[in-house]
């Protein structure tokens, strides 16, 4: 089982990234898909979820109307569309896969972004 994110870096306040989560080893489809974020000395917290089919998503308030959540089942891939981000948002981001029935879950190495000018 691997979860994979990839497109973390740095960007200036203000600016846009787009996150990618590349899951291999399980049935993609039958699992719940999260981004979380830790920032350096606080705890992990959860940012966007997707439903397995894509049909429901939900956001943490300090992000809606800027992130967007969205999943490629024929690719196995969730991805974090993240838009005017701010500095305090530089953190590591995390997928999390979560089975819709049984509730076993995995988690990726995670991918950093910072934001700084």
């Known amino acids: 089982v691997q979860l994979v994110e990839s497109g973390g870096g740095l960007v200036q306040p203000g600016g846009s990234l787009t996150l990618s989560c590349a899951a291999s080893?399980?049935?993609?489809?039958?699992?719940?898909m999260s981004w979380y974020r830790q920032a350096p000395g606080k705890g992990r917290e959860l940012m966007a979820s997707?439903?397995?089919?894509?049909?429901?998503?939900n956001y943490a308030d300090s992000v809606k109307g800027r992130f967007t959540i969205s999943r490629d089942n024929a690719k196995n891939m969730v991805f974090l569309q993240m838009n005017s981000l701010k500095p305090e948002e530089t953190a590591v981001y995390y997928c999390?896969?979560?089975?819709?029935?049984?509730?076993?879950?995995?988690w990726g190495q995670g991918t950093q972004v910072t934001v700084s000018s």
């Open positions: 999390k896969a979560v089975r819709v029935i049984g509730a076993r879950e995995y």
């Open positions: 080893g399980f049935t993609f489809s039958m699992y719940d």
């Open positions: 997707i439903s397995s089919a894509g049909g429901r998503t």
